[in-house]
């Protein structure tokens, strides 16, 4: 197999148009998965995906045209998929997110070293703390299903300007759902991870005991709004979608929710008297992500003309407020006197909290609902960021800052902006995983949040 940094030379030497940009992937995945309480499969898998980028000068202005493959890369391929995505820009036509592809700064270091990889190895700490929660599990009437899984991603990006990056980015994650043994009941847990070491399943597995416990009451509740605890991965699924939704050009254009009544957008809009700051930051320890831009498709949000350029820490909300919207380049210049700039989304998503448990905030309800996760995740109305959703996996009921049984789950009707208008307090930042998003982005950090009046719309059958 050809290596990628010699793959993306000879593709940028078979380039004929007016730039080119060829990103390379090699990805070392390892899974583990366990059923019954017992390991059912587990596995190691290696794969490669290259795509070539070509800009192309046609009537009106410049094209751009994407072909990826994942061959090896031998023989002709190369200026085969070079010349079929030149041939695809030329067919396109003209595009409105044209603009001079990044110039080069220093190369990589690394740039010629090989993709890095992973192995079942990585699960070995894991697979101990699992036969001991398997151990525990049995003879207190549980039986446990999960599933492990790590990705290390090499990405190699060159450019016809001399931009030689590339990056290795390692994701992992794990989900643990506990039963009861009559499966009536069930209760879950997850948390992303780079390598593994910093995973407690041990801890993780002693939670949800004491989830199926909270259980053992059943109370039905009717639809209607309460008080609700949302825990740090329900944060996360719906400041991820929140975060899809702050495209500049949308707003500008009036056809999101970021658009302010009477033209123009929110940027600036205070949303909340909490001090929330959400951001997206390559360099957020433990939670790192490519730092430059490397993507095959054009759209609002994103263009291919940007490929190489470097990233940066952005701020959606600062202190409350709206403070940055997503533009590409070419987006940012056409909306520069609005104060649009180049704001590429960020591959993960940090929300400030206080020092606040999420079991203190519990004992300080009156009575509320604490949730456990949210799944089905849609949106009802774009131009206000209206979501609905069922809640899954443990709806528990609080009285007296106590846990006092599990009620029904519901669909909820809500939307991202309205809840942060409307919380009341946040508890303490810990990383997390989104359940609906999980395995689109991965790399999230949230506060729990109290909302006074979340949203139940109707009582769900969904267990």
């Known amino acids: 197999m050809t290596a990628a940094p010699e793959l993306v030379e000879r593709a940028l030497a078979a380039s004929r148009g007016a730039g080119c940009v060829v990103i390379v992937t090699e990805t070392s995945q390892a899974v583990l998965r366990w059923a019954n309480s017992t390991m059912t499969t587990n596995g190691h898998t290696t794969s490669r995906r290259w795509s070539v980028v070509s800009l192309v000068e046609v009537e009106g202005g410049t094209a751009a045209g994407v072909v990826s493959s994942s061959s090896t890369a031998a023989g002709e391929d190369v200026e085969e998929v070079v010349a079929a995505s030149e041939a695809a820009a030329a067919q396109a036509g003209p595009t409105r997110d044209a603009a001079g592809l990044p110039p080069a700064e220093a190369a990589d270091e690394s740039w010629e070293e090989p993709a890095a990889q992973t192995s079942v190895a990585v699960f070995g700490e894991l697979v101990g703390q699992l036969s001991a929660a398997f151990t525990a599990a049995g003879p207190a009437g549980r039986v446990l299903y999960g599933f492990a899984n790590h990705d290390v991603t090499t990405t190699w990006l060159g450019s016809s300007t001399g931009v030689r990056r590339r990056w290795v980015q390692p994701t992992g994650s794990v989900e643990l759902n506990a039963k ?26 002693d939670e ?38 702050m495209g500049g050009r949308a707003a500008q254009e009036g056809r999101s929710a970021l658009s302010a009544p009477g033209g123009g957008t929110r940027v600036g809009e205070r949303l909340t008297t909490l001090p929330l700051t959400l951001a997206s930051d390559p360099a957020a320890e433990g939670l790192e992500y490519r730092p430059f831009l490397a993507t095959t ?75 456990t996760c949210l799944w089905y995740i849609r949106v009802v109305d774009p131009t206000t960021l209206l979501l609905t959703g069922l809640t899954r996996d443990g709806v528990y009921l609080v009285e007296g800052g106590e846990v006092v049984g599990e009620v029904n789950n519901f669909r909820f009707n809500e939307s991202p902006l309205d809840l942060l208008r409307r919380a009341s307090e946040v508890g303490a930042t810990q990383r997390t995983l989104p359940r609906e998003w999980k395995d689109w982005f991965t790399r999230t950090a949230m506060p729990p949040m109290r909302v006074p009046d979340f949203t139940m719309s109707s009582v769900s059958q969904a267990s």
């Open 297 to 371: 498709h054009s759209s609002d949000e994103v263009s291919v003309f940007d490929n190489g350029a470097s990233l940066r820490r952005v701020e959606w909300l600062r202190d409350g407020t709206v403070t940055e919207l997503a533009y590409p380049r070419a987006a940012a210049a056409e909306f520069s006197a609005s104060g649009a700039t180049f704001t590429p989304p960020g591959d993960n998503l940090l929300l400030t909290g206080t020092s606040t448990g999420l079991r203190e905030m519990v004992a300080g309800t009156g009575r509320g609902l604490l949730l």
């Open 208 to 245: 949800l005991a004491v989830r199926l416990g909270w259980g053992a009451r059943r109370v039905e509740l009717p639809a209607g709004r309460y008080e609700t605890l949302l825990p740090p991965s329900a944060v996360a699924d719906l400041m991820v979608y929140l975060t899809w939704s």
């Open 180 to 205: 009861t043994a009559d499966r009536h009941r069930s209760a879950w847990g997850a948390v992303s991870t780079r390598d593994f070491t910093d995973v407690d399943l041990t801890a993780m597995a």
